[in-house]
């Protein structure tokens, strides 16, 4: 049985009950750790560092990774589009692994064997602490107390207060908020039946407050988002910013009935404009960057990338793998994409690089036109010489013989 743990601690109901329930009922001691991935208020240790504390655990530790994670972690997922089932941008499953990354560091640095997370036994989060705990650290233990326990949400509120644990959920107000740099989950409460309709007060990044049109400029250097409007930026700031910008605009919403890695179904609803808004912008500007047959084989694995990030598989081989091809590809991704900003919208308006493949004068029917039509009799010809020849021998050209 482990002695130390160090618990991913997010100073909300879960983590907070789990501290004084495993130094209870384990008899562990428990180091908390707090990482900040850009959640909304970021992580001081006077707020839920004191929360710990005061439910029992023996030290607070905060890793500020903010950096890290927007250029390692959200960076490559941009890179390859990453989508899970065409729509989510993996918002909670890119900040496991760093989070993981960090616990892992963590334990080896303050003598613990073993790490923990408050994640549930019907989650996907579960998954992905693990897989990556156990691929980074196999000689740590995993300690899940709230799969073990068998409390209820409610449950959970009952026994913290109980216990004089500080938390912010109640019993009127059973909402789960997870959110960092890329966006913001929101479960429970009425999202649970997949046909109610999200409550107004559950948004927070998509609020709607501008009203008058505007256009916004990203701009990218191999496939890194580095300016807006011109102006270069880091990468936190400018995720920041752009997020700020579209969000104002009421968009960035997604609510959907998703798959979970466990085998349910899961109504989960997102707010991501940072997020959806660089994707549309990147993936935009590799429609005139990429050639055709790389761009057609990319956009197929893009779906598996995002696979394995949901399914906890970013410390992988394939993982690994796919990295180096998406890296590949993204060399000539530099330029700038116009989006247009307006109530409730996003959209490309332009799009332009100095790599672009789109040629003028062979696109253009006006007299500038620089394409050998002439050419283009035997290619059809050649191109449909197959389908012509099974027309006339087995198709519908063989019955009139």
């Not at 991913?8 to 562990?28: E, H, K, P």
């Not at 959920?169 to 909402?175: S, V």
Request: with cysteine; proline share 4%.
């Amino acid at each position: 049985m482990a002695k130390r743990v160090v618990l991913a601690y997010s100073g909300g109901l879960d983590t907070s009950v789990a501290v004084r329930w495993m130094t209870d009922n384990l008899g562990v001691e428990v180091i908390a750790l707090a990482v900040d991935v850009g959640q909304e208020g970021g992580v001081s240790a006077d707020d839920i560092g004191q929360r710990a504390l005061d439910a029992g655990a023996v030290d607070f530790l905060v890793a500020d990774v903010r950096e890290e994670f927007a250029r390692d972690f959200l960076t490559p997922a941009l890179k390859a589009n990453a989508l899970y089932e065409g729509r989510y941008p993996l918002v909670s499953a890119l900040s496991r692994p760093v989070i993981v990354k960090h616990l892992v560091q963590a334990a080896h640095d303050h003598g613990a064997d073993a790490v923990a997370h408050g994640c549930t036994g019907k989650g996907n989060d579960q998954v992905r602490f693990e897989v990556s705990t156990r691929a980074l650290a196999p000689d740590l233990d995993v300690l899940a107390p709230v799969r073990g326990w068998g409390m209820s949400r409610e449950e959970c509120i009952l026994y913290a207060y109980d216990h004089n644990i500080a938390i912010t959920a109640t019993k009127e107000k059973l909402y789960s908020i997870d959110d960092n740099l890329w966006g913001r989950a929101i479960e429970c409460g009425e999202m649970e039946d997949p046909w109610a309709v999200p409550p107004p007060g559950v948004w927070s990044l998509t609020v709607p407050s501008e009203n008058e049109a505007r256009d916004l400029v990203i701009g990218f250097d191999a496939g890194v988002p580095v300016s807006v409007d011109g102006e270069a930026l880091p990468l936190v700031a400018l995720i920041e910013t752009v997020g700020a910008a579209v969000g104002s605009y009421g968009w960035g919403r997604i609510d959907m009935v998703e798959n979970r890695r466990v085998g349910i179904k899961s109504r989960e609803t997102y707010e991501c404009p940072a997020s959806l808004a660089l994707i549309l912008a990147h993936a935009d500007l590799e429609s005139i960057t990429l050639e055709r047959d790389l761009a057609r084989e990319k956009s197929r694995l893009e779906p598996r990338y995002a696979e394995l990030i949901y399914d906890g598989l970013w410390f992988s081989p394939l993982k690994q793998a796919l990295d180096a091809f998406v890296d590949e590809s993204q060399a000539a991704v530099t330029g700038e994409v116009r989006l247009h900003l307006s109530p409730g919208s996003c959209q490309v308006t332009g799009r332009r690089s100095a790599h672009s493949l789109y040629d003028y004068a062979l696109a253009t029917y006006d007299a500038e036109d620089v394409f050998r039509h002439e050419d283009s009799a035997g290619f059809v010809r050649l191109w449909g010489l197959s389908v012509e020849t099974w027309a006339a021998r087995q198709g519908p050209g063989a019955s009139a013989r």
